[in-house]
């Protein structure tokens, strides 16, 4: 996404605050966020790209918990505002908070989350501060747990010279804080604007749910492309010529997937096995290692787990549940209303395709559906057919797996 485009959605958002004061803060939070975000892009490359970077463990993680606590430093002047309606906190809080906010919104028995705030830009300023210095308390604490959990495993894993473990617990703090300061911005466009389009707001940055659709999305194209040339491999018949080719085109695949950014997203462990299955096929020929292969081919079948984790489980739920209603009441009414069926028909396979990587079929009927052309799709012959397997597909799926214990992200 182009820079443009995020100055674009920012002028949109502070061309609804007519509050001079207000403004101002909006914008320097909104401001700090993205160099907060920047910043960590910058430190997860280093860690990830260089060969020594997991004996800088203590430069990086020192640089990383900075960030932590220079974003908790902006939110906890905004915070205790609104624990305390507005009216006290530090001279500092009120001259920052230029005297006081107004109270927040009522909050339920739970925190309230993002996505759950109601924010319409009738409202006035105050009101819209007031439920965006409320929502920052909740996103002050969590980032605090997240930092004081992030520093006693990694003071642990250094004591006890636990080097993996200390870049697993690094990892996650990186990728915790990021997420933190992409809930704060995304809650800052919906208090104030009602919505929030996260791809405009920092460009080139991907939430924990944006980098596991990513990965799984591209293991599975990795592992359909191996596993395709690995049975030529397996299969004595196959010419020798033919066989060494399909060889070839392996070691080819996993080079170029470690070239790809996704594969940053990785972790350190995961990203390991990669680059020794890569020098121990890179070095070899398909006769010699031909069970090498093999193991690559199920090594890649064992990263399936991927689609255990929690944030995918919760995504793919959901997405297959409105997938299986909007496919149910459009093929219900096929044959009343086939312009509209076809509509909705078409929407459903554009959020299939969002579930990509986590089973093959779906892939593949969603692919189908790809080849079609605008008149097939408008065809509620053709179109019907494809729905009524992917709805198939669907309800199949609906079961989510337990949440893995172990990651690889």
């Not at 974003?71 to 006081?100: C, H, K, Q, R």
């Amino acid at each position: 996404m182009s820079e443009g485009s995020e100055q674009t959605a920012l002028a949109e958002l502070l061309a609804t605050i007519s509050d001079r004061r207000i403004r101002r803060k909006v914008q320097k939070l909104l401001q700090l966020g993205e160099e907060a975000v920047r910043a960590l892009g910058e430190l997860d490359a280093a860690l990830y790209l260089r060969e020594d970077g997991e004996d800088q463990l203590q430069i990086v993680s020192d640089a990383v918990l900075s960030h932590f606590r220079r974003l908790l430093e902006y939110l906890a002047m905004v915070a205790p505002a609104a624990a305390a309606g507005g009216t006290g906190g530090s001279d500092e809080v009120e001259l920052e908070l230029g005297g006081g906010a107004a109270a927040p919104a009522p909050r339920g028995s739970g925190p309230i989350r993002p996505s759950g705030i109601i924010a319409h830009r009738q409202r006035s300023d105050e009101d819209r501060w007031g439920a965006l210095a409320a929502e920052m308390d909740t996103l002050q604490y969590g980032l605090s747990s997240e930092l004081g959990e992030f520093d006693r495993r990694f003071s642990v894993a250094l004591k006890h010279d636990r080097r993996e473990q200390a870049v697993r617990d690094l990892n996650d703090a990186t990728t915790a804080l990021m997420d933190g300061v992409f809930a704060v911005m995304t809650t800052v466009y919906e208090c104030f604007l009602g919505h929030a389009e996260p791809e405009r707001m920092v460009p080139g940055h991907r939430d924990t749910l944006g980098k596991a659709l990513a990965v799984r999305r591209a293991l599975a194209e990795l592992r359909r492309e191996v596993r395709a040339l690995n049975r030529s491999i397996q299969d004595r018949a196959t010419p020798p010529p033919v066989a060494e080719a399909s060889y070839r085109r392996v070691v080819e695949a996993v080079v170029g997937f470690i070239e790809r950014d996704v594969f940053l997203y990785l972790r350190s462990d995961t990203r390991r096995d990669f680059h020794d299955f890569r020098d121990c096929l890179a070095s070899g020929t398909a006769a010699r290692n031909r069970l090498d292969c093999e193991g690559f081919d199920k090594y890649l079948d064992s990263l399936a787990f991927v689609s255990q984790r929690g944030v995918l489980i919760k995504h793919d739920t959901d997405l297959k549940a409105r997938i299986s209603a909007d496919l149910g009441r459009a093929l219900t009414y096929a044959a009343v209303v086939p312009e509209i069926a076809c509509e909705v028909i078409e929407q459903a396979f554009v959020r299939g395709e969002r579930l990509s990587g986590l089973n093959d079929a779906i892939d593949d009927v969603v692919h189908r559906w790809s080849l079609l052309s605008a008149d097939q799709r408008a065809d509620p012959a053709e179109a019907v057919a494809l729905g009524r397997e992917l709805l198939e597909l669907v309800q199949q799926a609906q079961r989510p797996a337990p949440a893995a214990e172990g990651d690889f992200l």
